[in-house]
């Protein structure tokens, strides 16, 4: 598709043309023998029909692209105007991105009720409240601190930014929220003892095994006596099956196993409360083949985080 024909698509069909795009430089990585045309189609077909063209399809449209008796947008909106895709738009198919999102707020509604919350990690974009709370956080806290770096600084562009002062409190919809822009390895600001709960989310991936295990002595300091302390993190027992020759981000230090986690926690005096796992894939784990379309399904949470995507634990200090 030329660069015009791609802009109207994607404006007509955000989601599909932007399946379109990343399946075309899969298949193009992967299918490096095969013909321009034959990655087209396989490509368009993943993008719009979320599988493989069957022998008839292949057949007919491949020599149709080949000769030039068919353009590649003919070829794209065909499709789209198909009916298998109209019925299949109808049952409102998810993308994985989407679901392993919809599967962390899941996650999040087990989490216990606090009303002084300390979130490591935890701004975000759109919301001033910070993303626990925008994740659908189920209990009324009294009030969240927000460790996370500068605005500027941040791999994602924040719509809320501007709205952040560094170590001082804002009363929004009847909480007080207040950011400290710093590493979130730093608790030195934080008063001992003072914490109900303390929720690290998709972030100690991005420190360093060294500084997870000072994080965890720190976080005992910063928690009252039976406080919570609670995080989500890529499964490394399925993360190395999608990516076996690095970590699934180039910014990760570590990607940790369940059972290295439960180590570290019950080393750290931490007593297990939960284990949830977040966008279970048995299959994948099972036949060692990472598969896309596994994670898109209903079954959000799991109990089995070996199977699973993300770990979530729910931890309390003793």
């Given at each position: 598709?030329?660069?015009?024909?791609?802009?109207?698509?994607?404006?007509?069909?955000?989601?599909?043309?932007?399946?379109?795009?990343?399946?075309?430089?899969?298949?193009?990585?992967?299918?490096?023998?095969?013909?321009?045309?034959?990655?087209?189609?396989?490509?368009?077909?993943?993008?719009?029909?979320?599988?493989?063209?069957?022998?008839?399809?292949?057949?007919?449209?491949?020599?149709?692209?080949?000769?030039?008796?068919?353009?590649?947008?003919?070829?794209?909106?065909?499709?789209?105007?198909?009916?298998?895709?109209?019925?299949?738009?109808?049952?409102k198919w998810k993308d994985p991105l989407t679901c392993l999102h919809q599967s962390r707020i899941e996650g999040i509604k087990h989490l216990p009720n606090a009303k002084i919350i300390l979130d490591l990690g935890g701004a975000h974009s759109?919301?001033?409240?910070?993303?626990?709370?925008?994740?659908?956080?189920?209990?009324?806290?009294?009030?969240?601190?927000?460790?996370?770096?500068?605005?500027?600084?941040?791999?994602?562009?924040?719509?809320?930014?501007?709205?952040?002062?560094?170590?001082?409190?804002?009363?929004?919809?009847?909480?007080?929220?207040?950011?400290?822009?710093?590493?979130?390895?730093?608790?030195?600001?934080?008063?001992?003892?003072?914490?109900?709960?303390?929720?690290?989310?998709?972030?100690?991936?991005?420190?360093?095994?060294?500084?997870?295990?000072?994080?965890?002595?720190?976080?005992?300091?910063?928690?009252?006596?039976?406080?919570?302390?609670?995080?989500?993190?890529?499964?490394?027992?399925?993360?190395?099956?999608?990516?076996?020759?690095?970590?699934?981000?180039?910014?990760?230090?570590?990607?940790?196993?369940?059972?290295?986690?439960?180590?570290?926690?019950?080393?750290?005096?931490?007593?297990?409360?939960?284990?949830?796992?977040?966008?279970?894939?048995?299959?994948?784990?099972?036949?060692?083949?990472?598969?896309?379309?596994?994670?898109?399904?209903?079954?959000?949470?799991?109990?089995n985080l070996d199977i699973s995507y993300f770990s979530l634990f729910i931890a309390q200090k003793i």
């Amino acid at each position: 598709m030329k660069i015009l024909n791609l802009i109207q698509a994607f404006v007509k069909y955000p989601v599909e043309t932007s399946r379109l795009v990343f399946f075309y430089i899969y298949y193009r990585l992967t299918l490096l023998g095969k013909s321009s045309n034959y990655v087209y189609i396989m490509s368009c077909y993943r993008a719009v029909f979320r599988r493989t063209p069957d022998s008839d399809g292949l057949n007919n449209f491949l020599p149709r692209l080949e000769s030039q008796a068919m353009t590649r947008s003919d070829f794209y909106y065909l499709l789209i105007n198909s009916d298998e895709y109209s019925i299949k738009k109808m049952t409102k198919w998810k993308d994985p991105l989407t679901c392993l999102h919809q599967s962390r707020i899941e996650g999040i509604k087990h989490l216990p009720n606090a009303k002084i919350i300390l979130d490591l990690g935890g701004a975000h974009s759109d919301s001033i409240e910070g993303a626990l709370l925008a994740m659908g956080y189920p209990h009324k806290p009294e009030k969240i601190i927000i460790v996370d770096i500068p605005p500027k600084t941040r791999f994602f562009k924040t719509n809320v930014g501007h709205l952040e002062k560094d170590n001082r409190w804002l009363n929004i919809n009847g909480k007080k929220i207040k950011y400290l822009h710093q590493n979130l390895t730093n608790l030195d600001r934080i008063q001992k003892g003072s914490i109900d709960m303390i929720w690290c989310g998709q972030s100690v991936e991005h420190i360093t095994q060294k500084e997870f295990k000072t994080l965890l002595k720190d976080i005992r300091k910063v928690l009252k006596s039976g406080g919570y302390f609670c995080f989500d993190t890529p499964n490394r027992l399925i993360t190395q099956i999608q990516s076996p020759d690095s970590l699934i981000n180039p910014d990760h230090k570590y990607e940790y196993k369940p059972y290295e986690l439960r180590q570290l926690l019950i080393s750290n005096k931490y007593k297990i409360l939960k284990e949830i796992g977040l966008c279970p894939m048995p299959k994948t784990l099972k036949t060692k083949k990472f598969d896309y379309e596994e994670m898109i399904n209903e079954d959000y949470v799991s109990d089995n985080l070996d199977i699973s995507y993300f770990s979530l634990f729910i931890a309390q200090k003793i």
